[in-house]
């Protein structure tokens, strides 16, 4: 008999102690909040501090203090235990960083009241970089995380970013001058993620831009950059001073880009054709992957300088195992090698669809766009530089 009895308080015993989901009794997490915290090891994450703030909370831009109207802090204990007993919001944040870890949780008063528990597992953190295209005379922006007491400024080109973030979807807000933009962004554990704000996007992108012969093509808000190619149609395409042979695709674009010259300041990418009629030289560059092509069909016009003599084209090219692969074009005479000229071609000025040597049309070939290039015919000298899109924003070159 007394062995029985021994047994039946052994088993009330391990009853009574027997852990939830966060290792706390039914009886403890009585109107209470109860939270177990373990790293992504599974180990508990023993005297980490949770910082808790209302949901809704964004530190000021006007000064420097990350006070909130409800903030508290926890400590967990050895086996990263926390007990919340009542929230003064109704939603709250839970936020914890530890050793390149952390985690981001909302946390409602309704469950408090109730009593639960629930297990929260620690994960690598993450980072957010992006840019806010920064309206005329707005020489910056802040970014707030709700939630949070963070707070980051842009630089002058409207670039942030920021590290430590633990994986959540967070909700951020961009004050920009006198706007405020709000959106959300969800940051993967151990990834960088990319917000921009589109809000004050430019309807215009330079495309093309030979100040550097190792990058001509760049938006760097979407990690995109890619340097040019020469080719030609026979091997009497000629650069000048230097006079050296073109083979069929060469990219040393270096010796192709010269002072600008003529009073306008900076470089421009210059070349010579020598061929004799019927043949053509052309600089082409990819502006968007092959399976990623760019819909520029809202082209309002394309813009460009240049100077020389001769016949210049500008052609959209679809080049992709995947697409119709074909291009279209527009002609321009150049005018005099002396003096530099502005010049604009509409869509309405692209040849129309013929099937000849793939010209597909501006119908076709602009929704799916994967380089650009430009074309000068039998006896041509060129310099050209700055090409700009109007009515096509950078957005419109991110991978889709």
Not at 58 to 82: K, T
Not at 196 to 201: G, K
Request: contains cysteine; aromatic residues 12%; proline residues 3%.
């Amino acid at each position: 008999m007394k062995k029985l009895l021994l047994f039946l308080a052994v088993m009330l015993v391990v009853a009574c102690s027997k852990d939830e989901v966060a290792g706390v009794s039914t009886v403890e997490t009585e109107n209470a909040f109860l939270i177990r915290i373990v790293r992504d090891d599974s180990l508990p994450a023993a005297n980490v501090v949770a910082r808790v703030r209302a949901a809704n909370f964004v530190r000021d831009v006007g000064g420097d203090s990350a006070d909130a109207e409800y903030y508290e802090e926890f400590v967990a204990d050895s086996l990263g235990r926390i007990r919340v007993d009542s929230l003064a919001v109704d939603t709250a944040t839970f936020e914890i960083f530890d050793e390149g870890q952390g985690l981001f949780k909302k946390i409602l008063a309704a469950d408090i009241h109730e009593g639960d528990s629930v297990q929260f597992v620690m994960e690598k953190t993450g980072s957010l970089r992006g840019k806010v295209y920064l309206p005329e005379g707005v020489d910056y922006a802040w970014i707030q995380v709700y939630g949070t007491d963070r707070l980051v400024k842009t630089d002058g080109e409207g670039f942030y970013e920021m590290d430590s973030l633990p994986p959540h979807e967070y909700g951020l807000r961009f004050v920009v001058g006198d706007s405020v933009v709000e959106q959300s962004a969800t940051v993967d554990a151990g990834e960088e993620t990319f917000a921009n704000v589109l809000a004050f996007e430019p309807d215009s992108i330079q495309v093309l831009d030979f100040e550097s012969a190792d990058v001509q093509f760049e938006i760097s808000e979407y990690g995109l950059s890619a340097k040019g190619y020469m080719s030609a149609t026979d091997s009497s395409v000629k650069t000048t001073p230097e006079v050296k042979l073109i083979p069929e695709v060469r990219e040393d674009i270096a010796d192709f880009i010269v002072d600008a010259g003529a009073g306008r300041d900076g470089k421009a990418l210059h070349w010579k054709s020598s061929a004799g009629h019927g043949f053509w030289s052309f600089y082409g560059i990819w502006v968007c992957e092959e399976d990623s092509p760019c819909d520029l069909s809202l082209t309002d016009s394309i813009v460009y300088y240049a100077r020389g003599t001769g016949v210049v084209s500008v052609i959209f090219e679809t080049l992709s195992s995947e697409n119709v692969e074909g291009k279209t074009l527009a002609y321009d005479t150049l005018k005099t090698a002396d003096e530099w000229t502005r010049y604009c071609i509409r869509p309405s000025d692209f040849k129309p669809r013929d099937d000849k040597y793939g010209n597909l049309g501006w119908e076709v070939i602009s929704k799916s766009v994967t380089t650009i290039s430009i074309a000068v015919y039998d006896d041509t000298e060129i310099w050209v530089d700055d090409v700009v899109l109007y009515g096509i924003k950078p957005s419109d070159f991110a991978a889709k």
